[in-house]
């Protein structure tokens, strides 16, 4: 699900961009709780009032980008491994698609929140509300497993 990382990375993002494309996809390294529809529900209910288009992402990151027409990529980064790897996508990304990557650090009090972190405090029925969007709660009883 979205969490309150991703909403403080958009939120970030419009500071120097009009608007934000918000792509909800699948990565089949992933487990996900959520479906795609359902998370797609949860971008858009978390991302109310913003300019953020949010969007299926049902190929790659490049397609993804050319369909929408954008040449600039924004990934939160939290730990050196999550910069070690954007550093490699970012490569990739510029080299096969043209698409820039600019990397934000996470903010230091939500340098732990992950989806995974949210899934895994779900399953264990623990409660996961103080890292995710207040709006998306009933979705998440809603929708989940």
Known sequence: PITLGHVDLVDRTLRFADSVVVA???????????????????VETALVGRDARIVRMDGTL?????????????????????????????????DLGG?????????????VVSSSVVRELLSLGLDASRYVPAAILPLMRDNGR
């Not at 909800?24 to 949860?42: H, I, L, P, T």
């Not at 929408?68 to 910069?83: I, N």
């Not at 698409?99 to 996470?106: I, K, N, Q, W, Y």
């Open 24 to 42: 909800v996809g699948v990565n089949s390294a992933k487990s996900y709780r959520f479906d795609q529809d359902a998370r797609v529900a949860m």
């Open 62 to 94: 490049l397609e993804c980008a050319d369909e929408v027409g954008a040449d600039v990529v924004v990934k939160g980064v939290r730990t050196a491994a999550d910069l070690e790897w954007e550093l490699t996508q970012s490569v990739i990304n510029r």
């Open 99 to 111: 698409v820039e990557t600019l990397l934000l650090p996470a903010r230091p009090e939500l340098s």
